[in-house]
């Protein structure tokens, strides 16, 4: 049910972006992990408490445990990992749908003898394939970097479930910007829903972070469906809000290719 | 082969297309022709599947426009009349990308389609002319041999040879018994090649006729310069459609034959004959007059 060429189209417009992503990603993973050292990790801690609580609370800096996967729970995957693959979506949501409606483009992919549902289809298709490409790597590219510089010390099990979490998290957030691309026949609105909406929850994020006060936040976004701390702990089951991020990353993806199957294109 | 019934499609009062029938018959050029603006690629738009009609329907070749608008592509060759492409693409990748994606193997039409229209598929096509893109799209619209030819303003950005290249290949694929529609917003475009000719105006179509018919009703201009002033006046009195006098030069209208206005002129000493450019409406004012007291 996907367009194979059209794929690879895709992927060759694609990829370098993907790889820049990458090697973003790779950096931070490998600059914050070796700041973990439990001297350091004091020291740290004596300048975080130079800092305005309310700032490192805002960017979610939480250290759960004083372990390794606690460190990197709080310190990559409390702000860093979601925010950078979600940039990456953000950007490669809209490119490859609206931009060819609004471009025009598509009046060339829909002049070929495939239904909507196929290409809109393949073009999801590459971008959750991208965003599940993207963990696996940041997961693999973690346990081989942790166990280079602290040999034996991560709590692998642990640290996949964590990136299978970022992965739920990122079906769902990817699916709002496929959504927003799908729906929107121009870049302009396609691009600021698709961006509005996770840059909005990141916002709320950071304000419940900030201020316990402020709890009844949490309704207003989704990114508390992914809590680190919560995963690695293993203190409260997580399976319901893993078990919702995958219920609206199915929904997201599925009305997306629905609502592009049936719309005006004004192409 | 191609049905239009009572195709609504409404952007607001005059925008779009409002109660539209035409059949355009297997083996037949139809040329579709209106000013911009006026519903061509509103109309287009329906017949691609990529608009749904807020009435009626469009049919092509037995199937419904929206709900088959995949199995129409497989005989269907279509030229957008935006042209817009992959612009990080070359055109040789663009033209493979296609030709995978229709699932044709067969790529003898295609580089036979480049040679005729001396396109150049090696480069950038986000640096390649509007003319340059047009031939891309050209391609594009031919090189699977389809049955019926879905055309928006094809000759658009081509200079005069590729015009008479493309008429060529029009009349080519009428003698194989292909079914052509294409839009223009000039007579001239289309009279050397359709049959028959719809004119639609702010998304009404006000007639459709055999192009001999339309030629004959075709209002020209002739802009006449004659030695002085006084001539020019002596004419104006003779002839019996004149439109403007302007020292020695005249502006001469004819409907039709040109004879009358040939045999008038036998008797002057005429310095210059030109043929005045005009709009759409120029031409056929008398059906966009008519449908004005329709209104």
Known sequence: MISLPLLRATIKQNYKVFIIFLAVLTLYFVVIAQMFEPSVYESMDQLMQTLPIQLIDAVGLKIAEPSLIGYLAGYYYGFLIVLLPLIYSIIVANRIVAKHVDKGSMAYLLSTPNKRVKIAMTQGVFLLGSMTLMILFVTVMGIISCEIIYPKELDIPRFVLLNFGALLLHSMLSGIGFLASCFFNDTKNSLGFGAGFPIFFLLVQMLLNANERLSNLRYLTLLTLFNPEAIIGGTASVLPSFIAMFLLAVILYGGAVLIFSRKDLSI | ?295
Do not use: W
């Open chain 2, 1 to 295: 082969m191609i049905e239009i019934t009572n195709l609504t499609k409404s952007y607001g009062p005059n925008k779009g297309v409002f109660d539209l029938s035409f059949n355009v018959n297997q083996g037949e050029v139809f040329g579709y022709l209106g000013p911009n603006g006026a519903g061509k690629t509103t109309t287009i738009r329906n017949l691609l599947g990529f608009i749904h009609p807020d009435k009626g329907s469009c049919v092509i070749d037995g199937l419904d426009c929206h709900k088959d608008a995949a199995t129409i592509q497989k005989k269907l060759g279509y030229l957008p009349g935006e042209i817009a492409f992959f612009d990080d693409m070359t055109g040789d990748e663009f033209l493979r990308l296609m030709a995978q994606m229709r699932g044709l193997k067969d790529t003898k039409r295609q580089s036979d389609l480049i040679n005729l229209l001396t396109l150049d598929t090696k480069g950038y096509i986000r640096k390649m002319s509007k003319g340059m893109k047009q031939k891309l799209g050209l391609v594009c619209a031919f090189m699977h041999n389809p049955d019926i030819l879905i055309l928006d303003e094809p000759t658009s950005g081509l200079d005069p040879l590729m015009q008479s290249i493309f008429v060529e290949l029009i009349m080519e694929q009428k003698a194989l018994g292909k079914t052509v529609l294409m839009s223009s917003h000039s007579f001239e475009e289309i009279e050397r090649t359709c049959d028959r000719a719809g004119i639609i105006r702010e998304g009404r179509l006000v007639a459709v006729e055999n192009i001999q018919t339309l030629k004959a009703e075709r209002r020209k201009i002739y802009q006449i310069t004659f030695q002085n002033p006084e001539e020019a006046k002596l004419f104006a009195k003779d002839y019996e459609d004149v439109v403007e006098v302007s020292g020695q030069i005249v502006d001469a209208a004819v409907s039709g034959e040109v004879g009358k206005l040939i045999k008038v002129l036998a008797t002057f000493d005429v310095v210059g004959l030109d043929v005045v450019n005009q709009s759409l409406e120029d031409v056929f004012m008398h059906y966009y007059n008519r449908s004005d007291i329709d209104d």
